[in-house]
């Protein structure tokens, strides 16, 4: 896309670059202008037109509520009743309550007229439809009548009921419950009364209702859910969304943009405190941004249209614009083809290409200048070429003197260079062979400090050998001394169980006389007859336990002589072992003398052969450096020679190219 762009023409670029930034504008405008509009209508919308729609809509569903609600609180509070009631409501009576319920029916056009009567011990349920009465008793356990119960129960003043009974049937009803202030034994009102006015009616005022072409309403009660609504609403349930949501618990109008069903939503609440409903007005946001949509078309096709008018004004303002710079682009390439550095650049416009034309036309000057210099310098230049050459002593065109001169030159350079390389040569095997040398001798440095590691380690552990012999020496010292003791001591034993045999004989032999006095003493001692039986008997179980350790105490005195017999020959053993080893040890430290020596003469061998090693190496480097620069000479000479010729040719052509400029007249005269 930058080559194509590059390709283009001066006056295509300014014509598209200026087209570009018309359009944008153009659209970066209505666009600006589209949401400026879109902004302002739904703030519209939201602040004000719906819920001023809300509240009047709101006004006449209240409105139409309140006869209802004032005609059931008349009703509820109806003296006569309420005297009726506390009688017992008799039926000689209900004749003239038909009649008072006839006249709130024919008064308000409701289609049901109600009361639920409570005397404390009975409830009857009163319906008035069409001229007709019926009656029936209500039963706490019906749910047909929960909802009384229900009422009743919390203490409201009112409530609307959207419900359907037995005498309605099941078209529903929306019941205005009402009930007395007066209350029966039970502490119960004594009535619920009302009318029930026919949902239909209400639906369709309700769903008559619109805001623009689509918008529609709906009822939804307390709980959010939806139970009147126009056809086509799409809200059936306040608590299907968040946003949703937020538009319950409020007293005033809340509005809320929603997506619902696919389709963006402006969403209006209000509470209906007579219906005890909220009141929901739903408005497609499309139908409120078509008509801006269609005016943004519009002008589009509008702004298109001036753009198409101002693209055709444009190209002929692009095709000025740039006509002085085609006829300074044209007298340049006349220039450029013609070398005439002669001519100049002439120009009308006296802005910014008025002053590149100066520019150039100076340019132009100080080219015609330079060329000049060569012209006066390119025979310079040969001949400078032509005594390089000379002096390089290569060329063909030069004596033979020179020849010789320049050639015996190349071949000294030639001969010198091929010396060194054979002073290098041997000095490298030199260098090599230093390097065999090093290498060996390192390898005797390294197997003399094995050496010497090796007896270290070995008298270190000979050292820790007679160490421990030492230690093994001391302790079989005490073990004999310990089985010694031992043996002693068994012998004290020995002496305790001489004690107590003699003991036990003597027990025996009380007990052998305890036995005799027993039995001469008759049947008073025969107890203690047994006493001396078994004092007798232990007697001899303690000397057969005696004999027992005695055996067991001689065969500890055998072991014991044994043992000690053995540990004198250990120790023996022992002694000699510390003596051979002292003798290994002290061999060992004179082998560690000795390879320390040896370890010293290796390194210093191995030091002097590196030290050889390094200063063949710095020959080799030098003797290197020295063919390398030789090498170099010989091929200067040839590149001098080679640069000569070159600079020989580049006059020629130098001379060749200058002579295509055309210079002026003054300029030729100064040359001559």
């Known amino acids: 896309m930058y080559l194509l762009w590059n390709r283009l023409s001066l006056r295509l670029r300014l014509f598209i670059a200026f087209g570009v930034l018309l359009s944008l504008v153009m659209i970066v405008s209505l666009l600006l202008q589209y949401r400026f509009y879109t902004q302002t209508r739904v703030e519209s919308l939201i602040t004000q037109e719906l819920p001023a729609q809300l509240e009047k809509l709101g006004s006449e569903v209240a409105l139409q509520l309140a006869p209802s609600i004032q005609v059931s609180r008349s009703l509820a509070a109806n003296s006569f009743i309420e005297r009726w009631i506390r009688q017992g409501m008799p039926e000689s009576d209900l004749w003239m309550v038909k009649a008072e319920m006839a006249r709130v029916h024919t008064q308000l056009e409701a289609g049901i007229v109600f009361i639920a009567a409570n005397d404390g011990q009975r409830i009857f349920y009163h319906h008035y439809q069409d001229g007709q009465l019926n009656r029936r008793e209500m039963q706490r356990n019906n749910a047909d009548d929960s909802w009384y119960f229900r009422y009743i129960g919390t203490g409201a003043a009112y409530e609307l009921n959207l419900d359907s009974n037995e005498f309605s049937g099941e078209h529903l009803q929306m019941f205005v419950n009402y009930r007395s202030d007066a209350y029966n034994t039970a502490d119960e009102p004594v009535s619920v009364a009302g009318v029930g006015l026919d949902m239909l009616h209400l639906a369709e005022s309700v769903s008559a209702y619109r805001l623009g072409k689509s918008g529609r309403a709906s009822l939804a009660n307390q709980d959010g859910i939806v139970e009147v609504k126009a056809e086509g609403a799409l809200i059936q349930d306040l608590n299907s969304s968040a946003a949703l949501q937020g538009l319950q618990g409020h007293q005033g109008v809340a509005v809320a943009e929603v997506q619902q069903g696919g389709q963006a939503l402006l969403v ?22 078509d008509p801006i949509s269609q005016q ?160 270290k380690k070995g008298a270190q552990a000979m050292q820790q050998l007679l160490q421990r012999m030492s230690e093994i020496q001391q302790d079989n010292a005490r073990s004999l001394a310990e089985i010694m003791e031992l043996g002693a001591k068994s012998k004290q034993i020995s002496k305790v169980m001489d004690l107590i045999n003699t003991l036990a004989d003597q027990t025996k032999l009380i007990a052998f006389n305890a036995a005799l006095e027993a039995s001469s003493a008759g049947d008073s001692g025969k107890r203690f007859s047994v006493v001396a039986s078994e004092i007798r008997r232990l007697a001899d179980s303690v000397t057969d336990s005696t004999q027992e350790i005695e055996e067991r105490i001689q065969e500890i005195q055998d072991s014991i002589s044994r043992l000690v017999i053995t540990s004198e020959k250990g120790s023996g053993s022992i002694q000699s072992g510390m003596d051979v080893s002292s003798a290994t040890a002290d061999d060992l430290s004179a082998l560690v003398v000795a390879a320390t020596k040896t370890s010293n003469a290796a390194q210093q061998i191995s030091l002097s052969t590196k030290q050889q090693k390094t200063a063949s190496n710095q020959v080799v480097i030098a003797l290197r450096d020295i063919a390398n620069a030789s090498t170099h000479n010989a091929q200067s000479v040839r590149s001098i020679t080679e640069i000569s010729e070159e600079m020989l040719t580049m006059s020629s052509e130098l001379n060749s190219l200058v002579q295509e400029f055309q210079l002026s007249q003054s300029s030729a005269n100064s040359e001559s």
């Open 268 to 289: 209006g609440t209000i509470w209906i405190n007579d219906l005890q409903r909220y009141l929901v007005v739903e408005v497609p946001r499309a139908e409120f941004m």
């Open 296 to 455: 943004l078309y519009r002008s589009m096709l509008t702004g298109f249209v001036l753009l198409l008018i101002s693209l055709v004004v444009l190209y002929p303002l692009a095709t000025s614009l740039s006509r002085p710079l085609v006829h300074f682009q044209q007298q340049l390439q006349g220039i450029s083809q013609t070398l005439d550095l002669s001519r100049r650049i002439s120009i009308d416009d006296q802005a910014e290409l008025g002053d590149l034309a100066k520019q150039t036309n100076h340019l132009l000057g100080r080219l015609s200048l330079i060329i000049q210099a060569i012209f006066r310098n390119a025979d310079n230049l040969s001949e400078s070429a032509g005594r390089l050459a000379q002096t390089a002593g290569l060329v063909n065109q030069n004596s033979s003197l020179q020849q010789k001169v320049s050639q015996s030159m190349a071949v000294a350079v030639e001969q010198m260079s091929s010396s060194v390389a054979e002073i290098t040569s041997t000095m490298e095997e030199l260098s090599a062979s230093s390097t065999q040398i090093a290498d060996h001798s390192q390898s005797v440095v390294d197997v003399a400090n094995l050496t010497l590691d090796s007896s």
